[in-house]
């Protein structure tokens, strides 16, 4: 049994050789972006590549440490981990250093860490331990409870950060419930309710009640194939529609004309709700939640979006969606990596020959806008090559995930795949204008230690629980 208690030959090397890959072109695309013929060797400490190159030796011995622990520890420790991941954040917005905009930074003499990124494999930790348990299921409200806050505390302290970003990154552990038995529509609906809330900041309430009466029909339709139902459920909303509108002109009120479509709506999702508990009919308690629960988000876009999203935000979304116009102010991130990207071509203009780059067109082009320079000086196919990396290490991960024999380990995988993606995605959804700006780095590519260190230690942990996948 030597062999199968052997780190070195149980160690996923294909994953290994992978993420050397990814860190190292990263590193050298990070020379490209911040080259200076006045600092034009690569190893000029001074400079952002020379201390990518450090970051990058401490993030390597902290793989050797977890790989060479013993793995029952991550199981063991995990909420001590992440209760420790807590405490960092608490700290951080107490007496933590305020950089663009955001209290995110703890200060140890001239190195700044952001226990943000720590918090993700930490967090993955704690839902790893609690979803693990034997006899853990999610068909309960109690055990959705538990995931749930787990998720909530580090996601709230981080926006009360002013981190947006890291804090939406938390919500990318929903893929994990999927994967241990969340039904597929609740993320169907989760996916919808996010949908709605970005139409409903392009088209007017009234539009929006009318293509959620027309939804709610169709799934009541279709669901239980009794069309005299959805016939009825058609008609009694035109009645009320219409009697509202007779009875507000009779006592001469002056309301808005989307109260007229929403009213009657909500009216008959409640009636809807209020006849499946009596009649128990399943469809319809399903399709009256749906709407109400839709016209809550509807109706709550405008408050969250102008009082809990900062300017910033705001301005990067209306960009986004083509409500304002402004490629000089808030657009300029976008519109200028958009325009390094496409200049690259097929083959891009050659390394260290990208002009965007050179005359920093593109600002923070070695952190959240390192593809910019994979675009614009490797074209086309050096992207290719860039996204195909991150797709094989993502399918690889779930391979590994899925060959897991304790509960513990495939969940953490899962995790760890979930943060990687949800990263990989926004992250170049930004550069090339699909995704708004939130401020996250490419996971291994970015400029900085604490986002390599943390992605380091969120792989080779789950890396070192596969190790270790054939010991009872």
Known sequence: MPRRNSI????????????????????????????????????????????????????????LVVLLSDAQIYSVFA??????????????????????????????????????????????????????????????????????????????IILLQNDTGSAMVLVAFVLVFFREGMPGWVLVVGAFMALLFITTLIFDL??????????????????????????????????????MYVGTSIMDLEIDTFYYFVVPLALCALVA???????????????????????????????????????????????????????????????????????????????LAGTQTKFNFVPEQSTDFIFCTVGEEWGFAGALVVLVLFGTLLLRLIKLAERQREAFSRIYGYAVVSIIFFHVAVNIGMTVGLFPVIGIPLPFFSYGGSSLWAFTLLLFIFLRLDTNRYVH
């Open 8 to 63: 070195v030959r149980n160690l996923d090397w294909g994953t290994v050789i992978v993420y050397l890959l990814l860190v190292f072109m990263g590193w050298f695309n990070i020379y490209a972006a911040v080259y200076s013929e006045d600092h034009s060797s690569i190893f000029d400490f001074s400079q952002r590549y020379g201390k990518q190159l450090v970051w990058m030796g401490f993030a390597f011995a902290m793989a």
């Open 79 to 156: 909420f001590v981990i992440y209760g420790l991941g807590i405490l960092l954040l608490i700290s951080t917005l107490l007496i933590g250093r305020e950089v663009n905009g955001a209290r995110s930074w703890l200060h140890i003499g001239s190195i700044g860490i952001q226990p943000a990124e720590f918090v993700k494999f930490a967090t993955g930790l704690a839902l790893a331990k609690v979803m693990g348990q034997q006899g853990f299921k999610l068909n309960t409200f109690g055990a959705y409870l538990k995931v749930a806050t787990i998720i909530l505390i580090p996601a709230l």
């Open 206 to 243: 009234s539009v929006i009640a009318v293509a959620l009466l027309v939804i709610a029909l169709l799934v009541y339709g279709l669901s239980t194939r009794r069309g005299s139902d959805v016939v009825k459920a058609l008609m009694l909303t035109l009645i009320l529609g219409v009697l």
């Open 273 to 351: 709700l209020v006849y499946s508990y009596f009649a128990r009919v399943q469809h319809a308690f399903f399709v009256g939640g749906f709407v109400l629960a839709s016209l809550f988000v509807a109706f709550s876009t405008d408050f969250v979006f102008d009082n809990v999203l900062e300017t910033h935000h705001q301005k990067r979304i209306n960009d986004l969606l083509g409500i304002e116009d402004d490629p000089l102010g808030w657009g300029y991130n976008v519109n200028q990596s958009k325009i390094a990207i496409g200049s690259g071509g097929f083959l891009g203009k050659g390394f």
